[in-house]
């Protein structure tokens, strides 16, 4: 869609999802990629296809360390695919980090299958991002929040929905499926945490946003 699309001040902000065209204002004229999100009558959006670039490298760095570097069994996998989500929901906020982790679960499947595709993992990739956004987006990166984020996500996705995902999949009790991963999951939780407070405790939020928006 490229032609003249004449906005006013308060919808200047919302002129196209998914598709690159022209936007011209009373002030300026655009020509951008924009995904469009709303929120609270907010617009959040990429405005430029370097951070698409950004999140395909995100989403790449994800699907390698998930499927080559790490440990899986059919009921517990410990990777270290975490790390892109995370930043990408520091970078770009929640519901894009949700974004990115539903590609990255797409794009493995469908590059790097192992077993039949089950939508419910995507639902938790999704939700993954989601938590990791809103706890650490523009927030302050302490030791505590990080904790926090961390063991919301275990709890909640790992332990709760993969759990319950992996016990319609195999037919055995979510009680047979829990014990290993809730083992899994104590081993992992300082681990993610350090790793997680390493990658962007020292990052300046405000540096990120100038950036990557």
């Known amino acids: 869609m490229d032609g003249k699309l004449p906005l006013d001040e308060k919808s200047e902000m919302i002129c196209g999802v998914i598709f690159a065209f022209r936007c011209h204002s009373k002030e300026h004229h655009l020509f951008m990629w924009l995904i469009v999100i709303f ?25 390698v360390l998930t499927r080559f570097f790490s440990i899986q069994t059919p009921i517990v996998r410990i990777s270290f695919g975490f790390i892109p989500i995370i930043i990408a929901s520091v970078m770009f906020g929640p519901v894009l980090g949700g ?5 990255s ?22 939700l993954s991002g989601i938590i990791y956004g809103i706890m650490l987006y523009k927030k302050p990166k302490t030791v505590l929040r990080i904790i926090i984020a961390v063991s919301i996500t275990i ?39 350090l790793l997680i407070y390493s990658f962007i405790k020292y990052i300046p939020q405000e540096k990120l946003i100038m950036k990557f928006k």
């Open 105 to 126: 679960d797409l794009l493995g499947m469908i590059l790097f299958p192992k077993g039949a595709y089950f939508p419910g993992f995507t639902l938790s990739a999704f």
């Open 39 to 63: 929120k609270n009558e907010e617009v959040l959006y990429l405005k430029t296809t370097r951070n698409f670039i950004y999140m395909g490298v995100l989403i790449s760095m994800e699907v």
């Open 155 to 193: 709890i909640f996705i790992d332990l709760g929905l993969n759990t319950y995902w992996l016990s319609i999949i195999t037919g055995k009790g979510v009680v047979a499926l829990f014990i290993p991963r809730f083992i899994k999951s104590i081993v992992m939780l300082p681990i993610q945490s």
């Open 99 to 103: 974004i990115t982790a539903v590609f």
